[in-house]
Nanobody, 115 residues
């Protein structure tokens, strides 16, 4: 069973930065697609950023220019660097990956942007 483990969440003030990580239990190069989704209280889960195996990223419009997704084979980790954070970025962030036609999800990690 493939596992995805998120880390690095927490609380930050508006305008601050945070980096969250996702470490898979198998080699990261095996995933065709990886990404970050988030779910705020009372809202649907939404895509934040995705990255394909060959490294092409895509972003939800509200985070484009503020967030950067990357995947690193050397440390077998996917990252989401978040800058200029806003209160509306507050949510549980989930790591996801597609491997051999099966989608895997992490357990989620809380990111809170508040004064």
């Amino acid at each position: 069973q493939v596992q995805l483990v998120e880390s690095g969440g927490g609380s930050v003030q508006p305008g601050g930065s945070l980096r969250i990580s996702c470490a898979p239990s198998t080699a990261i190069y095996r995933f065709n697609y990886m990404g970050w989704y988030r779910q705020a209280p009372g809202k649907r889960r939404e895509m934040v950023a995705t990255i394909l195996r060959h490294g092409i990223p895509d972003y939800e419009d509200s985070v484009r220019g503020r967030f950067a997704i990357s995947r690193n084979s050397a440390d077998n980790t996917m990252y989401l660097q978040m800058t200029n954070l806003k209160p509306e970025d507050t949510a549980v962030y989930y790591c996801t990956g597609l491997l051999l036609n099966e989608t895997y999800w992490g357990q989620g990690i809380q990111v809170t942007v508040d004064t």
